[in-house]
């Protein structure tokens, strides 16, 4: 149980075209996802909380209009990066938290590595 | 602001040797610390949390709060615990954000 799916989980893409990356918790309702970012050889940075139903709570020096997201169910939360740049290449990671039980914990995603030419 | 300090990129050792990762964080009030692992090809996954106070896989790890550690320990290495190690820290729990550290990747030896 409590399954985080992403898709796609490789995309690449050209400057200036914009890329919607899915996280979906598969068998449980996700109260709340986050979205990361991870450089290669380097940790994990939180860009973003967001909450079934209202608005992303982003962290500092992430520019929202750039990285749009999107929790329209308990289930699902759309991340979109806006007009890509080489740049933004990365690896993102979603993780999904249901608060209760054996869920009160953040179950990750497998990530999905973008590369923008 | 928190933050959460790894201070060894690689930790190389043998198999049955004893494996201590070393974790420090910063933070002002009472936080909860997470380990997480990540095998070659596969997801970030819980490991164990401080609160839980129990043994996963063999490996422990006890909040010391006067020195701000949260050391993963094991006693005997197993070629199967070769994998990169996260050590966070939430303020308030599972739920909320996690500050990661940068990482230590343990390589077992036979």
Do not use: V, W
């Given at each position: 149980g409590a399954v985080v799916s992403q898709h796609p989980s490789w995309v690449i893409c050209k400057s200036g075209t914009s890329v919607k990356i899915e996280c979906r918790s598969l068998d449980f309702q996700a109260t709340t996802m986050f979205w990361y970012r991870q450089f290669p050889k380097q940790s994990l940075m939180l860009m973003a909380t967001s909450n079934e139903g209202s608005k992303a709570t982003y962290e500092q020096g992430v520019e929202k209009d750039k990285f749009l997201i999107n929790h329209a169910s308990l289930t699902l939360s759309t991340l979109t990066v806006t007009s890509a740049h080489p740049e933004d290449s990365?690896?993102?990671?979603?993780?999904?938290?249901?608060?209760?039980?054996?869920?009160?914990?953040?179950?990750?995603?497998?990530g999905t590595r973008l590369t923008v030419l | 602001a928190q933050r959460v300090t790894q201070p060894e990129k690689l930790l190389s050792v043998f198999k049955g040797a004893p494996v201590e990762l070393k974790c420090n964080y910063s933070y002002s009030g009472s936080p909860e610390l997470f380990w997480y692992v990540q095998y070659s090809r596969q997801r970030l996954q819980l490991l164990l949390?401080?609160?839980?106070?129990?043994?996963?896989?063999?490996?422990?790890?006890?909040?010391?709060?006067?020195?701000?550690?949260?050391?993963?320990?094991?006693?005997?290495?197993?070629?199967?615990?070769?994998?990169?190690?996260?050590?966070?820290?939430?303020?308030?729990?599972?739920g909320n954000k996690l500050t990661f550290g940068t990482g230590t990747q343990l390589k077992v030896e036979l």
């Open positions: 990365s690896f993102y990671i979603c993780s999904a938290y249901a608060g209760t039980g054996t869920t009160d914990t953040q179950y990750f995603g497998p | 949390r401080h609160i839980s106070r129990e043994s996963i896989k063999g490996f422990t790890a006890d909040l010391n709060k006067g020195e701000t550690s949260f050391h993963l320990k094991k006693p005997f290495a197993q070629e199967e615990d070769s994998a990169m190690y996260y050590c966070a820290l939430s303020p308030t729990g599972g």
